[in-house]
Each structure stands twice: as C-alpha cells, then as structure tokens.
C-alpha cells in the first residue's frame, strides 16, 4: 500500500501482494481529479458533476471496504481508498465499480 495525494485527497493505492505491487500500480489506473477538498460539493456531487449520470447498484459495503453484491461471484476489494474528513470515504473497484459511504448512506456506482 502506498499514499498518492491528490487536490487535497491522500488516496491510499492498495497492492494485495507485494509481488505483484507494479500490476496492481498499473490497474488500479489514475486517480479521479474530480474529487477536491476546495469544492464545497460531496463528493457524490462532485462525481455527478464530473461524470453526468451515475447509474446505481445495490450491495453492501463491508468496515474494510469490500463490495459484496448480488452477480458477482466474488467480492470486490477496493484499488484505491480515501477518506474526507467530513465528507466520507471513496472506494474504487477493478471494472468501474465506485462506493461512497458516509454516515447516511451508501451509494454505489459504476463509472465508465
């Protein structure tokens, strides 16, 4: 695992296995520059801006950030993570796969 800090954000760029760290550098793509600390926007807002319509999926979100939904045969762990103070946390799927989760709610998505 390894820090990037982005407009503001430090992104936790999570590697499973050590080994494989240059692989996993390389999938987990770049990290979205829509997200900003100096907007005054949540951070779903701030995606919606960016991205237009965010169509949306159902599962669950585990503590550690895993996405456990119904049609996929495994659960997704998370590539990239952040935290907002304030805002809540971002976790970013292989295949699109987007969660925000913050105190009141859960919206998961999926961005192309």
């Known amino acids: 695992m390894f820090i990037h800090h982005v407009n503001g954000i430090d992104w936790l760029v999570i590697t499973a296995f050590e080994e494989l760290k240059t692989m996993f550098i390389e999938e987990a793509g770049t990290i979205p520059a829509c997200f900003s600390t100096a907007s005054e926007l949540s951070l779903i807002d701030q995606a919606k801006r960016t991205y ?5 999926h159902s599962g669950v979100i585990t ?9 996929i045969e495994e659960d997704l762990n998370p590539q990239l993570a952040c935290l907002v103070e ?8 292989y295949g699109g796969f ?12 999926r961005m192309d």
Request: net charge neutral.
């Open 52 to 56: 237009g319509y965010l169509p949306t």
């Open 63 to 71: 503590d550690t950030g895993t996405l456990q939904r119904q049609g």
């Open 86 to 93: 304030g805002r809540g946390r971002v976790f970013i799927y």
């Open 98 to 109: 987007v969660a925000f989760v913050d105190g009141e709610q859960t919206f998961i998505t």
